[in-house]
């Protein structure tokens, strides 16, 4: 796996959460809307939804995205471009210059991806 991939499944489980807790507060505020007599589960439905949603974007932008590498977050780097995949322009970690397309090792310890040179 490389650290593309790696990002990239991150990212796709992220947006994942953040869509489905964005549709459960839209269908919970459409009911709760059209029908106004069935009580407050809609109403807390919509809250888990609204809070699943924020909490899935709070936790990317704060933990999702660390570099393997050098543990730094990549933030809005990772969320800039692309709804399931970071951009194809990144080559290197902005951070501590290591190739995004090496294979990760398989236990993937901090400070332990060689870096490749930069052409």
């Given amino acids: 796996m490389t650290i593309r991939s790696y990002m990239n499944r ?35 439905a919509g809250a888990v939804g609204f809070g699943c949603a924020f909490l899935a974007v709070a936790y990317g932008l704060t933990f999702g995205f660390l570099c393997p590498n050098c543990r730094a977050r990549w933030r809005h780097i990772a969320m800039s471009y692309g709804l399931f995949s970071i951009d194809r322009s990144i080559k290197y970690c902005p951070y501590c210059g290591v190739a995004v397309d090496i294979d990760l090792p398989a236990d993937r310890p901090t400070n332990s991806i060689p870096e490749e040179p930069r052409a």
């Fill in 10 to 44: 991150r990212k796709r489980l992220l947006v994942a959460v953040f869509s489905a807790g964005f549709a459960i507060f839209v269908l919970g505020a459409i009911v709760l809307g059209k029908v106004n007599q069935l009580g407050a589960g809609f109403e807390i």
